[in-house]
Each structure stands twice: as structure tokens, then as C-alpha cells.
């Protein structure tokens, strides 16, 4: 399916507010980061594919539910499941594995033999209701279930008699919970993931990349199911979504919003905040940059530039 430009501006501009929500966290990026500053447990993360999300530019970071919407309001229908299609002006931008490597810096490798990945966004995904049964979550994490990546966080950050071996471990779950595989606004450790940190070696190993790439396009496509049922009309079910108040996008959208400012360099012109090259790394303080996202009307701007 495709519509001319001037039907995708029409469209997308019909939307007020921002309907995205996203459930991500890159400001966890930079809390691990002031954290875990000049430490051991920091060398050993910035070595692994994990480091180079700290390598991720401040001033792109913030996320433009709008910017993300827009591409989202704008794919074009695809029968390839796990590649998105969007157009901005004449041109398409392609958001597949690929890009999504190269943005991220995250191991992208096939997974392990035998290995089934899961469905972060069907019914009951994420409901661990006795995860405190399990006796590697009881030794990293404690004996309740509904403990917050939060909590976590608060105790990475204020005890400071843990243990090299519990602080590495801690800083992953709250980067993978809470930055990459966040599916709601309140965040929680996974017992799939925390379980796997028993293992740190296979843990960095891991295609983290190939596992969230998949979550997070899965909620961006057309889908043939939705909370475990069939869905008849695919396309129809994401229009509505797209054209609700609020439409929550799990995973790591902030990938896409990074390729369209990679491949429209004149958006980056429009983010309101000095023009810098500062990344992850380069932050002195736990917290991104506090300035706005790019706004709707300079995106427009862009897409109507004739040197585009």
C-alpha cells in the first residue's frame, strides 16, 4: 500500500497531542553511568555489547512520541514481518535488524539452539506471579515478586557494601528492564532474564539485539493477534491504535526516532538544545539533558524543505 506525501502530512498532522507512550527509560543510561562511574562492573558492561548504548548522542535522546507516531502513521504495508517500512517527503526509510545493530551497537547474532524467544506484548507475558520460588531470584533479587526496577536502582545506588558480583548483575536487569524490554510505565525484573544472569559470561553473550529488535517492531507492525486472539483486519486494528489518545510502544522505539535523525540529518538542526557530539559518556551528572524533543511543526518544516 502507498499514499503520496502530501496524504501522510494531512494525516499525520489531523493528530493532536502526542498518542505514543513509551514505556523505555534511556535516562537509566545515564543513572548506570554516574553509578557505576570508573568501577569495575562498569569496564566489564562498556566492554560488552551493552557498552556502546552509552555511546548513544545526549541530544537525541529525548523521545518525540510525535516524531516516532509520525513514522509509525506513515509505513507502508509490508509482508516482510520483522522490517518496518515508513516514507518521510518522497523518500522510504527502512527499519529493520540491520539498522537497528548499527543504531544500538547490541550483539545481533542468531539465538541459541533451541532457544524460543517471547512474546513480550501477548496476554499475560510478563505475570511472574511466583518468581520469588525461584531460588537464583531469592539469592540476586529477594524474596518478593512485585519488586520495581526502581527499588532495584535505589539500592544499586545507595548500598555500598553489595558485592561486585550482585552490583554487575543488578545494573543488567535494571538496564534490560527498564531501558530495552520495558512493556509498562511502573517497571519490574523478569524472571526469564533474571535467571539468566546466573551465567554473566552467556548473559553479555547473548543476541540481546535480534531478541529486542523482534519485541520492539512487533508492536509498530500490523499484528495477526492481539492479547492471544486472532485479529481479522491487522491493518485496521493499527490505524485505530495509532488514531487513539494514547498508543503504548514497548521495547526500544528510540531506535527509530535515532534513524530518522541519522537518515534526515536536517531534523537533528531542529532538536531545541545547543548542537553538541556529547554521548552517554560524556554526562557528569545521572540524567539526560533536560531540553524538549523535536517538535511536531519543525518535522513538518523538514518534510516540506525542498533541499530535503
Known amino acids: 500500500m502507498y499514499c503520496n506525501p502530501k496524504q501522510y502530512r494531512e494525516f499525520f498532522s489531523s493528530i493532536s497531542g502526542a498518542p505514543s507512550m513509551t514505556a523505555s527509560r534511556p535516562n537509566i543510561l545515564a543513572f548506570i553511568r ?6 569495575v562492573e562498569f569496564r566489564k558492561i562498556r566492554e560488552s555489547s551493552f557498552g556502546k548504548l552509552f555511546d548513544l548522542p545526549t541530544r537525541q535522546c529525548p523521545v518525540s512520541c510525535k ?11 509490508s509482508k516482510t514481518e520483522f522490517t518496518l517500512w515508513s516514507v518521510f517527503g518522497n523518500d522510504p526509510i527502512r527499519f529493520s535488524l540491520e539498522e537497528f545493530g548499527s543504531i544500538t551497537g547490541l550483539n545481533c547474532g542468531e539465538f541459541p539452539a533451541g532457544y524460543d524467544p517471547p ?4 496476554k499475560d507475558a510478563n505475570k511472574q506471579k511466583d518468581a520469588h520460588k ?5 539469592k540476586l533479587i529477594g524474596n518478593y515478586n512485585n519488586i520495581t526496577i526502581a527499588d532495584l536502582a535505589d539500592q544499586l545506588e545507595n548500598d ?14 535494571i538496564i534490560v528492564g527498564g531501558v530495552l524490554f520495558a512493556s509498562q510505565q511502573v517497571h519490574r525484573p523478569t524472571l526469564r532474564y533474571v535467571k539468566m544472569l546466573e551465567n554473566i559470561d552467556a548473559f553479555l553473550d547473548f543476541p540481546w539485539g535480534r531478541e529486542l529488535f523482534i519485541h520492539t517492531v512487533r508492536c509498530m507492525k500490523p499484528s495477526m493477534f492481539d492479547k492471544g486472539k486472532p485479529v481479522h483486519d491487522p491493518v485496521g486494528m493499527l490505524v485505530q491504535k495509532l488514531k487513539q489518545e494514547t498508543f503504548r510502544l514497548t521495547g526500544f522505539p528510540l531506535a527509530l526516532q535515532l534513524l530518522a535523525f541519522r537518515a534526515i540529518p536536517m531534523l537533528q538542526a531542529k532538536i531545541p538544545a545547543p548542537l553538541n557530539e556529547y554521548t552517554i559518556m560524556d554526562l557528569t551528572e545521572p540524567h539526560l539533558p533536560n531540553h524538549p524533543s523535536i517538535d511536531l511543526n519543525e518535522v513538518l518544516l523538514v518534510e516540506d524543505n525542498p533541499e530535503l
Open 160 to 173: 555500598h557494601d553489595m558485592s561486585e558480583w550482585r552490583r554487575i548483575r543488578l545494573a543488567l536487569i
Open 67 to 77: 516524531l516516532i507516531h509520525g513514522l509509525l502513521s506513515r509505513q507502508l504495508i
Open 34 to 39: 554516574h553509578v557505576l562511574r570508573d568501577s
Open 119 to 122: 512474546d513480550h506484548n501477548s
Open 134 to 138: 525461584d531460588p537464583f531470584w531469592r
